[in-house]
Structures are given as C-alpha cells and as structure tokens.
C-alpha cells in the first residue's frame, strides 16, 4: 500500500506542476489555454533530443528543455491568447486546441509517432517503512513541494506576485491604476507554461514520450483546477495531491476506473460549486 501512496504522490506532484499553471491562466485571463498539454509534450520531447548530446545527463538537459519551451509559449500567448482575453471563453477552446493539433502534427513529423521510453535518471532506490521506493520519485515529490513554497513567497512578497493576485481579485481595478496588466499576464503565461514543461520532464521517464500524452494529463489537470478552485494556488496545491492519491489508490484496484474517479469528484465540485465566466 505504501508503493501505492507514493506513486499517487508521484503523480500528484506532476499534476500541480501542469495545474498551477492552468489555474493562474484562468484566475487572471479567464482563458482556458489547451495548448498548456502541448508545451507538457514538447518538453518531454526536448528532453529526449538533448540527452545524446549532454552525455545522458537528466537534470541538466530537463533545465535546457524547459527553458527551450519559453519562445514557444511566449509566441502562443502574443499571437494567439492575447488576441482573445475580454472575449467569449468559447474562441480561446477553439484557438487554443488548434494550436495543440498543429502542434502534435509538428511532433509528429519531427519525432515520429512512435513512443520513446526513457531510463530512471538515478536508478537507484530508498527504503522507508520497509517499501523499496524509486529516488526519482521522491525527488519529483520533493521538487513540487520546493516549487509550491517558491510559488507562494514569489505572489506573497514580490511586485509582481503582489499584481498577478491583485488581477486574480480585480484586473479591472488593477488596469485603472496604469499598469498594463497585459505584460503581467504574459508572465505569468510563460510562467505556467515553463512548470507545465518542467512536469511533461519530470514524467518522461515514468512513462512514454509521445506526441499524445499531454492530452489525458491535461484533461485530469483542469479537473483539478475545478476542484481546488480557480487561481486558488493553495487548493491547487490540496487538489493535486488528493486526486493523484485517489488515482493511484483506486487504479490498484479498479485499473483504468482511476480516471473516471477524477472527473466523478470534479462534476461534484461543479455542482456544490459551479463556475462563473
């Protein structure tokens, strides 16, 4: 049981780093962004190029890959996503998912459509309360719960977390005080977009790279979001972990039912809770 709870907390920690950024994108855009899955995939994919050439090192090659996604999210959200904020959340589906197809198109004439496994970086196991776990696991588990500290001091004690929070409650009022709300909603795009690829990494080796596997994850992601609430980081945070539980625990024992679980939890959140856009 206890492998079992920590593959949930594995799976967990990915989510948060995909629905953070979900979640910041539509507290303050009020855009639902499916190219969020896109920039997850084209990370792992960046990881799978880099490591031939960096002599097999993980870590170094996953900090490039990520970086190498900030031109790509960057374009999407000056060219596409700026053009649809103050609009019906219906166009940002729209563009945003053609953006993913294009984009997975793409993949596939680059890379194939073939699944590439990757290797444990560290290959090595620790031992607690008698369970042989994967390092690599504990360190991604480890990694989510830096990054949420980190998350939290940045919107808590910077001027331009300090706006980004602001913009969650009000942008309008935040607009009127001259500042170009605009620039800091790019910011915070790319920003989302950099943890959203830093997990499409970070899970490469657990399972496949392929030009769909941001889809399945992304889905689970905005499930998340709804249930820990929009742009709230802390729910966000809660969320993540509960539901990569609730996969985990029932995937033991009902196979692929964990998944439905997801979405069963989010459709209550929707009706304790329902969203206004």
């Given at each position: 049981m206890l492998s079992t709870i920590a593959y949930g907390l594995t799976i967990g920690a990915i989510l948060y780093l995909v629905s953070v950024g979900l979640s910041l994108t539509f507290g303050t855009m009020r855009i639902v962004n499916f190219a969020h899955g896109l920039i997850y995939t084209i990370g792992a994919y960046f990881l799978l190029t880099l490591l031939p050439f960096a002599g097999g090192h993980f870590f170094l090659c996953a900090a490039a890959a990520v970086l190498l996604t900030i031109p790509i999210s960057y374009a999407v959200e000056r060219f596409v996503v700026r053009r649809l904020y103050g609009v019906s959340i219906d166009y940002a589906i729209i563009a945003t998912y053609a953006v993913v197809l294009i984009g997975v198109d793409l993949i596939k004439w680059i890379w194939g459509a073939t699944p590439k496994p990757l290797s444990d970086p560290i290959g090595t196991e620790i031992s607690l309360l008698g369970v042989t776990l994967p390092t690599f696991r504990v360190v991604i588990i480890g990694l989510a719960i830096v990054l949420a500290l980190a998350l939290w001091l940045f919107f808590k004690y910077t001027v331009v977390g300090k706006i980004v929070v602001a913009s969650l409650e009000d942008k309008d009022a935040v607009r009127s005080l001259g500042i170009d709300v605009?620039?800091?909603?790019?910011?915070?795009?790319?920003?989302?977009?950099?943890?959203?690829a830093l997990g499409g990494?970070?899970?490469?080796?657990?399972?496949?790279?392929?030009?769909y596997m941001g889809f399945m994850t992304l889905l689970i992601s905005f499930a998340v979001v709804?249930?820990?609430?929009?742009?709230?980081?802390?729910g966000t945070f809660i969320a993540s972990f509960a539901l990569g539980l609730l996969m985990a625990i029932i995937g033991r024992y009902l196979g692929a039912a964990s998944e439905t679980a997801v979405f069963v939890v989010m459709i209550g959140a929707l009706i304790l809770k329902p969203i206004e856009v």
């Open positions: 605009d620039r800091y909603f790019c910011y915070v795009f790319v920003l989302g977009s950099c943890l959203a990494v970070l899970y490469a080796p657990i399972t496949s790279v392929n030009p709804i249930v820990g609430g929009l742009g709230n980081l802390k």
